[in-house]
DNA sequence: GGGAATCAGGACCTCTCCGGTCCTGTTTTC
DNA sequence: GAAAACAGGACCGGAGAGGTCCTGATTCCC
């Protein structure tokens, strides 16, 4: 259904959360339980952002993470495309894609605007975008409703 | 890695391959002899654009399917709302959501943005540009590089 | 009116890959 | 040298995509 991965959006929340104290340097444990999310999987995506060039690691006892650039130069673009791979909604995604289809595609070469679009649309936002404070809005507290195709059930189990 | 779904890949190139004739009307397995997809999944697809409005269909020895509307006037948004259900990277996807997560998200109402920027993408586009035989140089996407923060509303759901 | 061709609407199966856990290093600090 | 942290894997279960097939219902033509 065109849906981001879980990885991804956990972290785009990560790193959010880093950015609002971009100076800080803090470890896995600590990010798992200010985010609320699963330590091993934390663990997993900050070890996937080191690699990616998103984040500075720091071995040792006083060891940790860090943004690698400030949040103004991150770009939702770049850490969309270092957790899932390149931007694209088809598999056509250059013109040298070799799509066994395409010969006989009438579609062929058609797609790379959207692509181009939803690329633009995210390298068009900064991770310090992301990070800015929401304004307060009282209608959020609706805790209840889930919608019909969230089902993982997490972080509330206790 | 934010792809659709093949059902979705295919139903357009059959979408597409009707826009080609609006007038015609095709059954399912010339449909797939012209189009070189696997007969089950095009007449399994079929069936979800007629339930959906895309496409109309007759029953009997003459039977057939055809486009319900001109070409033009099918935006791929439909399509691929048809296809996929509601146009969203995300579980977020509108301020009701009611995500579990949604007290503590750092994110909170940020990817808004960028599903609307994609539903726009998809919006602008329509059947009959999709269908047209490939030339030179289409028209630049006007979707992206907008003011980060400019986000019109989008006039495209029916 | 009967048979053939076609669409309608499921059930069903297989297999990939996401989401998640865990284990064994290596590095750094104290 | 011990403890704390990151590095880099292997590993597993389940959901959902991709695909097939079967049984009706409808329409056309002889």
């Known amino acids: 259904m065109i849906r981001i991965t ?3 959006d956990y972290g785009i929340v990560l790193l959010t959360h880093l950015a609002a104290a971009p100076e800080r340097q803090v470890n896995a444990p600590e990010l798992a339980g200010e985010t609320h999310l699963p ?6 995506i ?4 080191v690699r990616e060039g998103l984040l500075d690691s720091h071995r040792g006892v006083k060891g940790g993470y860090s943004l690698s650039r400030s949040p103004e130069e991150i770009s939702m673009a770049e850490v969309v495309a270092a957790l899932e791979g390149p931007i694209a909604i088809t598999e056509c995604i250059d013109d040298q894609s070799g ?16 692509n181009a679009a939803l690329r633009e649309a995210l390298a068009g936002i900064s991770l310090a ?24 059930p ?5």
Do not use: D, F, N, Y
Not at 39 to 44: F, H, R
């Open 129 to 152: 975008e992301m990070a800015e404070t929401p304004r307060p809005e009282p209608k959020l507290v609706t805790l209840g409703r889930r919608p019909a195709l969230a089902v993982a």
């Open 6 to 8: 879980k990885q991804t």
């Open 39 to 44: 330590l091993p999987m934390v663990s997993k």
């Open 46 to 49: 900050l070890k996937v952002l």
């Open 99 to 114: 799509c066994s289809h395409e010969p006989l595609c009438p579609v062929r070469g058609r797609w790379h605007r959207i």
């Open 154 to 158: 997490l972080g509330q189990e206790h």
